[in-house]
Every structure is written in structure tokens, then in C-alpha cells.
């Protein structure tokens, strides 16, 4: 069992910055993949970035330029910088860790972000 738990949203201008984090306790964190997604009102939820345990990142088209995903595992955190924020990435983001293709999967509260126009 893992258990998530985010940090690090607000409201921000746009064109301003954020970092969120996301603390896993419970497991080793490490043998985990984590990915970030969002959901915006009245939209589906979607992935924004995702990191393999060897550390391979993947972003979606919106944000590539724009938003870094990173891990520390030993911290058992990980990291999305948000720079160069738009109205648009308005959604409340939520961590997510998974292994053995989602056998295991396990996903935090979220954290809202608001970007102001």
C-alpha cells in the first residue's frame, strides 16, 4: 500500500511558476513509476507528465517546454515544475504511483491550481 499526499498549489498569474511535490509513504518508492494528471472542470481527467523508476519522462504535447517532472527517491518525492503557467493548466492536479502495469496503483488527494489571466 501506498499513500500520496500533494502539495505545493495555489493561485498564480499567468505566466508565473509553481512547484508541486508528492510525498509516498508506505513502499518502496523507488521501484514506482509517478505521473502527475490533471482534471479541469467538466473535463476529463489527463496525464500532464509521467517518470519511470529509471527515471524516463513522458510529457503531454500542452505542456512539454513548459513543465519539468522530476523524483527523489530518496526523499520518496516527486516533483512538477510548472513554469510559464496559462489559464488553461487551471485544474486540480493529483500524484499517481503505479507498478506491475497497475496491479498496484495508487493515487493521492490532488491540489488545486489556478492560474489567473
Known amino acids: 500500500q501506498v499513500q500520496l499526499v500533494e502539495s505545493g498549489g495555489g493561485l498564480v498569474q499567468a505566466g508565473g511558476s509553481l512547484r508541486l511535490s508528492c510525498v509516498a509513504s508506505?513502499?518502496?518508492?523507488?521501484?514506482?513509476?509517478m505521473g502527475w494528471y490533471r482534471q479541469a472542470p467538466g473535463k476529463q481527467r489527463e496525464l500532464v507528465a509521467s517518470i519511470t523508476s529509471d527515471g524516463s519522462t513522458d510529457y503531454a504535447d500542452s505542456v512539454k517546454g513548459r513543465f519539468t517532472i522530476s523524483r527523489d527517491n530518496a526523499k520518496n518525492t516527486g516533483y512538477l515544475q510548472m513554469n510559464s503557467l496559462k489559464p488553461e493548466d487551471t485544474a486540480v492536479y493529483y500524484c499517481r504511483s503505479w507498478r506491475v502495469q497497475f496491479v498496484y496503483d495508487y493515487w493521492g488527494q490532488g491540489t488545486q491550481v489556478t492560474v489567473s489571466s
Open positions: 508506505g513502499s518502496i518508492f523507488s521501484i514506482y513509476s
